[in-house]
Structures are given as C-alpha cells and as structure tokens.
C-alpha cells in the first residue's frame, strides 16, 4: 500500500515466544499471489550451490611433410554440483510446511571429447593452391544426479534429512547420456588468390538416433567466392579505380544436420520412470523413422570498397527452410503411451544483411561510420497433415499447434501470439455489463495479436581519433514486434501503477458506449487478458559507449610500452521506447519464451573504467 512505509518490511522476521522461532513479517499480505516479504526470500529462502570444476586440454601435431602434417587433439571437462534448498518455518505454504522445507542433491556433467585430423596444403602452380583435410572426432556428454527431500516435521529450521515427513519427503534421480562419431572432410582450391571453390562434408553418428531406420546424418556445403576486381584485365582495373577499388562476390550452399534433441524417442531406449511407487506409463511412442533434423540454406553477398577505401558496402541475401521437425501431439493415456511425436514441417526463413561505412580523415582528426540493417521473415511453409495414429489407427492433422501463448499455423510465423479470451460481448458486439456487477469475460476464437518478431535491427556506430584519444558510440534500433507485460498487469491490478492513477483520476475507464466501469473492476477483469497488455517492441537506445586514451611513448620512459586508459558504458540511454519495460529482455532463449515480462529484473546498464599497462 502507498500509505505505508516500505522500511518496516526490512525487519522481515520477528520473534513468536508462543511457537518459539522467528517468523515472516509482511504487512501486505499474500496479496492473493502468494507474495513473501522480499528480504524473506532473499534471506530465509536459501539456495546455496557449489561447482568444483576442471578442464584438461591437450594437443599433438606432426609435420610429415611440408605439405602434410597431422592433429590430434583431446579435451575433457568435468563439474561436481551440490545443492541445498532451505526454506524457513512461516515460509508460503504454496512452498513449505509450517516447520520449514530441506532438500539437497548433486549432480556431475562430464564432457570427453578427441579429434583426429590429417591437413593437406599445397601449390600446383603459381595459379592453383589446394588446402584440404580429412578427419574424425568423437564426443560423449554424461549427466547424472540423485536428491533427496521433504518438509520439516519436528525441530523448526532444522536442515537435516533425519528431520523430514517420511510422509512429506522422497528422493530422486537423474541420468542421461548421449554421445556422437563423425567424420568429416573439407577442400578448398584457389585460383590465382581471387576464386576460392569450398567443400565441406559431414558424416555423424549421434547416440539419439540409436535404433532408428536411419542412425546417420551426412550433410554437405559448397561456397564460391571471387574478387572480381583481381580478375580484371589491367586497364579496366584502372578505368575503375579509385571509384571501385574492391569487389567481392560470394555464393554458398550448405546443409545442416541435428539429431532429435531428445533420447528416448527410438525402439529399444525407452525406459518408464517411477513415481509413489508405481511404473509410470512411456511418455512418447517409439517410432523408428526418426530422423535427423534438417536445414538447407542458399546465401549471396557481395563486399565492395570504393573510392580508396573511403566508403564500404556489402550485401547478403539468404534463404533457409528447416524440415522434419518434432511436432507433438497427446494419446489417450490408456494407449500406455502419453504423447506422440510427428516429424514434418516446412518452416522457412529469408533475410537481407546489409552494411554501409565511411572512413575519412580530416587533418589530424579520423573519423569512421558504420550503419547495419537485418531483416529477417519466417514462414510455417507446412505442418503436418494426414497422421495416423499408430495405436488406434486414426488419421489426424496438426495444422494448428498451441504453444502456451503463440500458435504454429501454415501460412503463419513462429512467433505469431494469440489470445483466446476477452471481455463479454452482446450479440451486437457490444460489452455486456450490469451496473454494480463484475466485468464478464468469455472465450473465444484465438485471434492474433501479433509477431514478437522484429521488422527490422539497426545499428549505427561512430568513430573518432584524435591524438591519441578514441571515442566510439554505437546506437542500435529494433523496430516492429510486439510484447506483452504481466508485470503492468499486476501493477494495473493492484492500484499502484500510473496508469491505474490516472484512470482513478479520470473517474473510471471509459470502453465507449457511454459506458464507464470502475477502475479496480476494470483492471480485475482484465488481469488475465493479454490482449490489453499488448505494446510494441520498437526501441531505440545509446547502446555502447567508450572513450579511450593513450599516453604517448615519449613521456613512458622505459618502463613501459604502453599506457592506456578508458571509460565505458553500455545500454546507456533508451531514446525511444513504448513499452513498459525493455523489449530486448526475454525470460528464456527458447523460441517461444520470447516477448512476455512478468517481473523480470530490469536490463543491465554498465558503467566502467579500464587501464592497460604494456611492460
């Protein structure tokens, strides 16, 4: 509440004589959201975790000839993981029991890998040179863990697993490995320094698709390129010069190979986990005819100088269509089975990256400039259609896939957003409400509220040297997108936002027809709306900022080199932003934890200074 005083609540606990123990103070309340006191959380809610880790590396190389030599290199990478969860007597119950909540485990990850290459370098002629090698890698990935935990059940506070509800309490397991042989082999043969043909080729084995109709995966590349003002007759090159000084073309093909990200999926991996004592059902079918995941992509670009340098552009236009994605679907869990997975899909990207630079010297002053501009458009070619169900027979289409708040539609983008509910509406369209009474909602068809994918990323980055002084700014622009804020929600919710202000100044929110509804009404209605919390994701911001300085020689003596110092910043100044937080967060890396806020910490502004002693 606004009438109160924060302060108080950093005194979190106090102490109850009648239960004996210390116990969560916060005067709010739970709030309906199960809210503890913050400094609760961060005091007497611990996660304590501790990594011992280690790398080795090591490598070998044999030169047999001038032109052939061969590598070997291996590398190992262990981490030891313990963890404890301790959560306090008066903790939520949404988390713990009255006496406190322990948990402990660890886990170990181990990482073996060792390659084997033979590389071959040689020149035919004064116009020909090859460069080749052949070789073979092979890597292991082994995670396991094991936990125990549970509620407290008899001393408050107590941390030990002698002091857990053996009703309340139960262990745990984890184990995976996975692990992949490749061989794999690349060629490059140059003419006259000035085309260069490229070719890759890549055989791998991995673990997970053990037991498939098809365990391997070869994908190849090919790329050309030429410096098209080397291959000029001399005259011409002339005529062009200092208008073009260079030119370079450049074209390549290439295939790209996953395996299912999962292990599991095939005949003969399945495992069944066990829960409470019971044999859990397999989660997915097996189906043999899993196959690699694949991604053909074509690329074009040119790189050009002109006028001695002074000005530079280049251009690259690409087009990438990934097939035989999972896509997955519930069974009746009576099959044994819970889920099925399908592979298909069409999903294509296409895109344009393009920079343009200008590097100029005024008397003693150099002044550099650079702009870059991507874009990039997808599109669900195809999804899958006509699947028949391997227990029942049935044949099914999966045209229309939901992903919690996005949907995958043919024709649509991965990124798209639908909502499927809004405020009560008559048969004329118009909100239905009963003075007095609560706003309504229903649900609906979904309807799309947009693509959190960007339009267009800009960049625009300076230079300037000066006697030994450098300043670099960078600004950067995302534009187009959209992305929905819970946090505003919340605070809509709850009266403590602008926006809920102003609607309580105003004397309620105004939804047209004359019809005005209460402010708290109006925000507990929408609450659960994204589609009132949609904003735009465009932004323009002061990204990076440096000014550095370099001591000259002749007053460092000989002790040393060089000297330098520098002040930098970043994420400095936000120039141009709707919404109510920084569009550029996101909760996860995953393709549909993008464009959505609820309470994320905000964006990270930097500010620092650096010195660099040369001995």
Same mark, same amino acid.
């Given at each position: 509440?606004?009438?109160? !005083? ?85 903790? #939520? ?63 408050? !506070? ?183 997975y399908v592979q298909a899909g069409n999903v294509r990207n296409r895109g344009v990256e393009m920079t ?11 002044? #550099? ?5 991507t874009a990039n458009r997808n599109k669900i070619i195809k999804l899958a259609s006509g699947v028949k ?82 300043? !670099? ?23 403590? #936002? ?67 110092? #520098? ?18 967060l996101t909760g996860s890396t995953g393709t549909f934890g993008q464009g959505y806020d609820y309470f ?16």
């Amino acid at each position: 509440p606004r009438g109160q !005083n924060f302060d108080q609540e950093k005194y979190f606990e106090r102490y109850d004589a009648q239960l004996g123990y210390y116990v969560q103070q916060w005067s709010p309340g739970s709030m309906g959201m199960d809210v503890q006191n913050p400094y609760w959380v961060a005091y007497r809610n611990l996660h304590p975790e501790t990594n011992d880790r280690y790398m080795l590396f090591g490598s070998l190389k044999y030169e047999l000839n001038k032109q052939i030599n061969f590598t070997g290199r291996v590398r190992l990478d262990n981490t030891y993981t313990e963890r404890e969860t301790k959560l306090y007597a008066s903790t #939520s119950s949404v988390f713990a029991k009255p006496l406190g909540y322990y948990s402990a485990d660890n886990s170990y990850f181990k990482q073996k890998y060792v390659d084997f290459m033979a590389n071959y370098s040689n020149a035919f002629s004064e116009d020909f040179n090859l460069t080749a090698t052949l070789g073979t890698s092979y890597e292991e990935y082994d995670n396991k863990g094991q936990g125990f935990g549970g509620h407290l059940s008899l001393i408050p !506070n107590k941390f030990i697993f002698a002091n857990t509800n053996p009703l309340q309490s139960g262990g745990s397991q984890s184990s995976s490995r996975k692990s992949n042989f490749a061989v794999f082999g690349s060629a490059e043969l140059a003419w006259r320094n000035a085309v260069y043909l490229t070719l890759t080729g890549r055989t791998d084995k991995p673990s997970q698709l053990v037991g498939s109709v098809d365990p391997w995966i070869f994908y190849p590349s090919v790329g050309l390129s030429a410096v098209v003002t080397d291959l000029l007759p001399n005259d011409v090159r002339a005529k062009l010069r200092p208008a073009l000084s260079f030119l370079k073309v450049r074209t390549s093909y290439t295939e790209v190979g996953s395996p299912i990200p999962f292990t599991g999926l095939t005949p003969g991996t399945i495992t069944h986990s066990i829960r409470s004592g019971k044999v859990e059902p397999f989660d997915y079918y097996p189906l043999p005819d899993l196959k690699a995941e694949r991604t053909r992509s074509f690329e074009l670009g040119i790189d050009s100088r002109w006028f001695d340098g002074a000005l530079t552009f280049g251009a690259t236009i690409y087009q990438s269509n990934t097939l035989n994605q999972l896509l997955e679907t519930d069974l009746d869990p009576g099959t044994g089975y819970k889920k099925l997975y399908v592979q298909a899909g069409n999903v294509r990207n296409r895109g344009v990256e393009m920079t343009l630079g200008l590097n100029k010297k005024f008397g003693p002053v150099d002044y #550099s400039t650079s702009v870059t501009a991507t874009a990039n458009r997808n599109k669900i070619i195809k999804l899958a259609s006509g699947v028949k169900n391997p227990i029942t027979g049935e044949v099914f289409d999966l045209t229309d896939i939901a992903k919690g708040r996005f949907r995958l539609r043919e024709g649509g983008e991965l990124g798209d957003v639908y909502a499927s509910e809004r405020i009560k509406r008559d048969a004329n369209g118009y909100i239905e409400y009963t003075a007095g009474q609560s706003l309504v909602t229903e649900p609906t068809e979904p309807y799309k509220l947009g693509s959190v994918n960007a339009k267009w990323n800009l960049g625009w980055k300076h230079g300037v040297s000066f006697k030994g002084f450098d300043l !670099n700014v960078l600004f950067t622009a995302r534009l187009g997108g959209i992305v929905i804020s819970k946090t505003q929600a919340a605070l809509d919710k709850f009266g403590v #936002s602008q926006a809920s202000a102003d609607a309580r100044n105003a004397g309620g929110v105004r939804l047209g027809q004359g019809l005005t509804i209460a402010p708290q009404q109006y925000y507990d209605a929408v609450y659960n709306l994204d589609s009132y919390y949609v904003y735009s994701a465009t932004n323009v911001r002061l990204q990076e900022l440096s000014l550095s300085y370099n001591l000259p020689k002749s007053i460092l003596g000989k002790t040393f080199k060089n000297v330098g110092v #520098s002040l930098y910043a970043t994420n400095l100044w936000m120039i141009y932003n709707k919404a109510p937080y920084d569009p550029e967060l996101t909760g996860s890396t995953g393709t549909f934890g993008q464009g959505y806020d609820y309470f994320m910490l905000p964006s990270q502004r930097t500010i620092g200074a650096s010195i660099k002693l040369g001995i």
